[in-house]
C-alpha cells in the first residue's frame, strides 16, 4: 500500500462497517470516522443519513442538543464512534482521568455522551489512533462506560468493531473480549501482542491483512469524500488529501 | 413587558457567588463579556453547569478562583487541546468534579423545565460516573419486571447566562435552533443575556423568527454587548480570534501565565479596546 | 435522502387498521384530507391519541366507525360545541374512551421521543381521571419522604398525521412554532403529512427557517393537497369554511344526517370538487 | 347598575382578583376571564403577563402545546381560570360526564389541562355562568380534578374563588369549603340557597353586594380591553361592547 495513506485505509475499512445502514452520526473531533460515514453514503444510494457534530452541511437537528440523544435512544441511530484515552479488554472506556479520580495523574475532558450512547447505539465503532499498551489497557481506571453489561440492564447497543492504526478488533458478545479481526499492512500479529495491554482472542486460522480500498473506493474517498470532510474538518482534509483551505 | 436593560457588570451581578450557572459550549452562544466582569469582580464558589460541556468561558473562571464546583459532561477547548486551568484545578482537587454524561444534563433539565422532580434515563448502570454521583439513584422501571434505570432529579441551575445574536426591547431573544439554550432558560430560576443588538419590533411578530426565540417571559436583564462573545465566536455571526485564542492556551499553561493573561486582557481596562 | 412521495389514498395506507394515531386539535394543522382517505376505504379500529386534543376530524373518523379507542384531553368542536358523534359514540359505549389531561399526553409522548420507559407527572392524584386509567400507575418520588407522583408509560404512536403549510423534497415538514408536532413526530414510530406547498431548495439552508422545522429523518411520506385541512383552516393560511362546519354540526346529529355528510362529502368524487 | 352589564360587573369583579400578579393565564373560550385578565394588566403599570390560549396577540409561547404546562409546573403562572359541567362543595370539577363515566347520560368534550393546573397553580378561579343545583351539585359525577388533596399529595394550587352569574364565593381551604363571600346586584342571599346543591358556609354579618366596577374601571372594560378582547372574542365583544367586527 506504497500509496494509500493510513487514513485512506482507515476510512475505507470503517465504511465496510456501516454500509447498509440508515443513520450514522459522528461525534466532534473526528475526522476520519466522519469521512467513512462520508464514504459509507456515497455508495448508499440515496438510503442512507449521515449526522455530523460541528458540520452545517450534514447536521439537521432542530430541537437543541438532546435532540441526538433522544434519536439514538429511540433507536434511530444505528452506529456511533467512541474512543478513549483508556480502553480495556473488556472493552470499556476512559474518557475522565489516569490514577486516583479524586487527585488525577492525568485529566482529560469527560465522558462526553459515552455513558449513554454506547449502551443504546447498537454499532458503536471504537476508534483510537494511538495503538500502544498506555491507551489499549488491561483495566481502564475510570469507566465512562462498560464494554458489557448485566443480562437485566437495558442495553441494545453496545461495542462493535476497535480499529487502531495497527489492527483492526471485532467484538465477541458472548465472550465479552475482542478478537484480532486483521493486521493493517506493515503491521504484525507479533506487533500487536507487544503492544496491546489486554489480552484478546485470536481468530481460527491465519489473521488477515485489513483489506486495502480498492480504485473506485479510493476515488471516491480522494474526490467527493475529501471535498465533504473539508467543510468540517479544512486541516485534515488538506494535510490528508490536499483539498479545501486550511485552517 | 419590557424588558430590563443593564450594563455588563450590573448583569454580571445577577450570578451572586455561590450560584448554580448553567452555561452552553464553545460552539453555542457564551457570553465571555459576562465572564471578564464575573473575573474583574471576583466572584467566587460558583457551580458550573456545562450543558452539556463547556471550553474557555469555564476555564477562565476556574482559573481565576471563582469557582468551587463543575458539574458537566466534559470541558474541553477542542482543537486547540485539553483546557489547562480546568485540567490544573482537578489534579490539585481544588475544585469538586460532578462528572455527568451529556444526555443526564439535558434530561434534568428538562424534568426542572416540567416542574417535575426527577426523570428516568438509559445507560450509566455500570459506570463510574453513576458510581460518583451520590445525587443520582437507581430504581426500578414500575411497568417492568426487574428492569434497573437511573432517576436523575431535577436540576434547577440559579442562572442561565447566554450571548446571543438578538434581543428585543421586550426581552424576547433570539436562539435559532440553538435549543438547548430554550432549554436552559425554561430550566433556570433566572436566565440573563448579552447580546449583540437589540432590534426595533417584536420578535414574536414574524412567526418564522418566533420560532426561534427564547420569551422574555423567562429572561431577567439584557445588556447590549457587541461582540460578547469574544475570543470565542458565535454561529452565524463572527469567528473565534484563532490568534488570541491560540495566545491564551499558550498563557494558560501555567497559573503565572494565566494571571498575565487576566491582568493584560481583563483586569486591564485595555481590554475593551482588544475588543 | 429524498422523500416518499404519495398520492392522498396511498399516505393512508400507512395508517393500518388498528393502529395508534396521533391527531392535533383542530387549531394546529390537520389533514382532513386524509380523514376522508381513511373514511373512503373504510379503516377500522383506529386507535386515536389527541395532543392534546381533537375536533372535527375524530369526530369524522369516529361517526364513520373507523375508531376503536380515544385517548385525549377533550374532543370538543369549540364554538361549534361538543362532537355529535363523539359524545353519541361514548352515550352508546361503542368505542372505549381512555380521559387524559393535556400535559399527561405531553409527557408520555416526551417520554416515547427520549426512549425512557416512563416519566413522572404532578397532579392527577384523587382525580377519576387517574381512577380509570389502569395503565398509569401512582408511585413515590425516590428523592423525597411520603411523596406520590403518578408515573406515565411512555406513549408512543404508530402514526403521526399532520397537514403542514410546506414541506420540501427531502421530506423536511415547516412546522413554525407549533411544536407540538415536532413533539408528535419525534415521539411516534413513523410521521406522514399532506402539505400545501413542496417547496424548492432546502428548508433546512435557511436558519430561521430551519429553526421551525421537522427533519425528513421522521417522516415516512409526504403528499401535496392543496387546501387539506378544508374544511378546516391552518393558522397563517387560511380560514375555516364556517358555513360547511355549521352545515356538518346540523347533519351529524344524527346517524343519518352524519351518513347523508359522508355520502355528499366524502364518498362522492364530487366532494373533490368542493374543495 | 341599571347601565352596567353582568358581563363588566364580573369583568371588574375578576380582575380584582388578580391584581398584583405577574402571569395570568386564560384557557380557550373564556371571553369574560380573558377581558379581566386584560383589565388587571392594563392596571398593572406594565409588570403583568397575560396569556391567552387562542389570541395571536397575546400568546407568548414557543415550545408547542406543552409549555403552558411546564409554565405551570415550575410556578410561573399565577392564576388561571377552570370551569365545570359540574362543581361541587368541595371545589371538586367535572369537565366529563354526568352518569356513569362507561355508559354516560351526557358527555362532555373532556378534561382538558384541568387534572393538572387545578394543582399547581396557585390561583385558580372556578368561572360558572349557570349557577343552578343541575352545575352546582352536593358531588360531581367524575372528578376531573379534586378541589383539595391529602395533606401529603403535592398541591401548591387549587380553588381560589368561585364566581358565578349570581354571586361570588371564597374558598376556604382549612374547612375545605365554599363561604359566600358577596352578591350581585339584583340578586339575594335567599335565591343563592335555593339555587345552590351543596351548602356553603356564609361570611359574619352581613353578606356584601358584589362591588360594581367604578367609572374609570368602567371606560378601561369598554374602551381598551374591548377594543383587545375583540381580537379574540369578535362575537362577544360585538354583542357586549358594541366594538370589532362581528364573527
Known sequence: ?247 | MLATRLSVDELATHIPDGAKVALPPDYSYCSLATTRALIKRRAKELHLIGVPAMGFQADMLIGAGCVATVETAAVTLSEYGLAPRFTAAVRQASIRMMDATCPAIHAALQASEKGIPFIPLRGLIGSDILRERADWKVGENPFAEDDPIVYLPALRPDVTLMHAPLADKFGNIWIGVRRELMLMAHASAETIATVEDIVEGNLMDDEKTKAGTIPGLYVTAIAEAKRGAWPIGIPGGYEADHSHLLRYVKMAQTEEGFHQYLEEFVFETAAVAAE
Chains 1, 4 share one sequence.
Do not use: W
Not at chain 1, 494509500?4 to 485505509?9: A, D, R
Not at chain 1, 440523544?69 to 484515552?85: K, N, P, T, V
Not at chain 1, 455522551?113 to 481502564?140: A, C, M, N, Q, W
Open chain 1, 1 to 247: 500500500m506504497a500509496d494509500i495513506l493510513l487514513e485512506e485505509l482507515l476510512i475505507g475499512s470503517i465504511a465496510s462497517n456501516l454500509d447498509g445502514l440508515r443513520h450514522v452520526a459522528v461525534g466532534a473531533s473526528s475526522p476520519i470516522p466522519g469521512a467513512a460515514a462520508l464514504l459509507a453514503r456515497s455508495r448508499s444510494n440515496d438510503s442512507m443519513r449521515v449526522s455530523i457534530l460541528g458540520s452545517e452541511d450534514n447536521n439537521f437537528f432542530t430541537d437543541g442538543g438532546k435532540e441526538i440523544f433522544d434519536i439514538a435512544g429511540e433507536g434511530r441511530m444505528d452506529a456511533f464512534f467512541l474512543s478513549g484515552a483508556q480502553i480495556d479488554g473488556q472493552a470499556n472506556i476512559n474518557l475522565v482521568s489516569v490514577g486516583d479520580y479524586r487527585r488525577p495523574k492525568a485529566r482529560f475532558s469527560g465522558s462526553f455522551g459515552s455513558g449513554y450512547l454506547y449502551y443504546v447505539v447498537p454499532r458503536v465503532i471504537l476508534f483510537r489512533l494511538e495503538h500502544t499498551r498506555r491507551t489499549l489497557v488491561d483495566k481502564v481506571d475510570f469507566v465512562s462506560a462498560p464494554g458489557f453489561s448485566d443480562e437485566n440492564v437495558y442495553r441494545p447497543g453496545g461495542p462493535y468493531k476497535l480499529i487502531t492504526d495497527r489492527c483492526l478488533f471485532e467484538v465477541d458478545k458472548t465472550r465479552r473480549c475482542f478478537r484480532l479481526q486483521s493486521v493493517h499492512p506493515g503491521h504484525t500479529v507479533n506487533e500487536i501482542y507487544e503492544q496491546t495491554g489486554f489480552t484478546f482472542d485470536m481468530p481460527d486460522g491465519d489473521v488477515p491483512n485489513t483489506p486495502v480500498p480498492d480504485a473506485t473506493t479510493l476515488a471516491t474517498i480522494r474526490g467527493p469524500v475529501a471535498e465533504e470532510i473539508s467543510e468540517i474538518y479544512p486541516a485534515f482534509a488538506a494535510r490528508v488529501f490536499g483539498v479545501g483551505r486550511a485552517a
